[in-house]
């Protein structure tokens, strides 16, 4: 008999598509419409009080740390190792606003190492 592999649910599919797809639409948002367009950025940078100023400049400090790139590095290995559905949402999120915000060296590894979990054998249930 072959070993039963980590394949999710029709439900915990789209949820992880759900989940991809929040998290690469609101880095778009964030890359496009407040760290790359001037008059927000610098309206931002000269004190502008408002939350997309607040997640400007938290963004921006995540990305100078490669917080996102790591943190989907080591959300894809630890699922890797024991997959489950919180690590890969948790990985796909980071991966997609890395490979967006240019962390794109861990968070490309990360998503490949996503990938390869899908190989690994399930956890035994308890």
Known sequence: ????????TARQTNWLLI????AVGEALYLRYL????APVALACQSGLKSS???????????YTNAVFGWTALI?????????????????LAAAGFGLVMHNAGLSGLAAALLVLSLARRAPSPE
């Open 1 to 8: 008999m072959q070993p039963r592999l980590f394949l999710p």
């Open 19 to 22: 989940v991809g797809f929040v």
């Open 34 to 37: 407040a760290i790359e367009y």
């Open 52 to 62: 997309l100023c607040a997640a400007f400049h938290l963004v921006i400090v995540l």
């Open 75 to 91: 959300a894809a290995l630890l699922n890797l190792i024991r997959p489950s559905i919180v690590l890969m949402s948790i990985g």
